[in-house]
């Protein structure tokens, strides 16, 4: 499992939910896919806790200025799935409070205060409640709580398997650091959030979180889901970032590639990146036999 990512299981700090939770707590304060709020906005000498409740899979939190307690609810239309994979991704300068995750009647802590922030870094745990997650916030004491933010990214991840997450296909450790098989690359065309023909300008590597960034230079956009490749106004030239794990060992070097994969936390993560000449040869013997999961224009 890559550094960056942590299961619940592996914190040691644990707290009954009724120690924390003996306020009367307020109707929810939201439906949406993300919140933002301020613990100034309460009443002075209340205790009520405050609930929040999310509907997507994916979203953010923004808590300013932390005081006393904050439920968050996580509700996605997620009722097919067995079991879900739900990863947390604080801010650079996450302060303010602790954040606990509710499981079996217990407050385990999830993200600390305490931990010097890391850029990348990501808190994962498994539950088998997929309708309903609940994750708690409580504020840190202070005397000043100016300047305060506790905000975090979210992702809901559904899986299939009886046996928990699947840490090889969840995010951040979505590449496989080997070449893809055929029926995987067919199937990656069709389902990946980005899908784009280039070649690598630069390799940048991140020791410290073991990843790395392919400065991708794009011939040609098929698919993305968000604005990561973009077009330089000077140049007139598409490229744009794809992160991987350091120990796929990516090189610069010259090659004309099909790169595929999926975004997470805003970022776009490598998954089966063929040479162009190997994939179109794959594409075209599929398709000529009728096995080919969905269509896609060639050049």
């Keep these: 499992m890559s550094p960056g990512l942590k299961a619940w299981s592996s914190r040691c700090s644990v707290l009954p939910v009724l120690q924390l939770l003996l306020w009367l707590q307020q109707p929810c304060a939201a439906d949406y896919c993300s919140w933002k709020g301020s613990g100034l906005s309460w009443e002075p000498h209340s205790r009520a806790v405050e609930q929040v409740h999310l509907r997507c899979t994916e979203g953010f939190l ?8 904050l439920r968050v609810v996580l509700e996605p239309n997620l009722s097919s799935a067995r079991h879900t994979t739900v990863c947390i991704k604080p801010s650079s300068n996450f302060q303010g409070a602790n954040i606990y995750v509710e499981r079996d009647g217990q407050l385990h802590l999830l993200v600390s205060e305490a931990e010097e922030p890391r850029v990348n870094h990501v808190s994962c745990f498994s539950t088998h409640t997929p309708q309903r997650v609940a994750l708690f916030l409580q504020a840190s004491p202070q005397r000043d709580i100016s300047r305060r933010t506790a905000s975090f990214q979210y992702e809901l991840l559904s899986n299939q398997s009886t046996t928990g997450p699947d840490f090889q296909k969840m995010a951040l450790v979505e590449a496989m650091c080997r070449p893809c098989d055929n029926m995987e690359l067919l199937m990656a065309i069709c389902s990946s959030d980005f899908v784009v023909r280039g070649w690598i300008e630069n390799v940048t590597h991140d020791s410290e979180n073991r990843m790395s960034q392919v400065e991708v230079g794009v011939q040609r956009v098929y698919r993305q889901k968000n604005r990561i490749f973009q077009q330089d106004k000077a140049s007139g030239a598409w ?19 099909l790169f595929t994969g999926n975004e997470h936390f805003g ?5 089966c990146a063929p040479r162009f000449k190997d994939f179109r040869a794959v594409y075209q013997t599929a398709r000529e036999r009728g096995a080919n999961p969905c269509e896609f224009q060639l050049d």
Excluded at 239 to 247: A, D, V, Y
Excluded at 267 to 271: F, N, R, S
């Design 62 to 69: 923004e808590w300013m200025y932390p005081a006393r307690a």
């Design 239 to 257: 490229r744009g970032p794809i992160k991987t794990l350091l120990q796929c060992k990516v090189k610069k070097g010259a090659g004309d590639f």
């Design 267 to 271: 970022e776009a993560w490598l998954g």
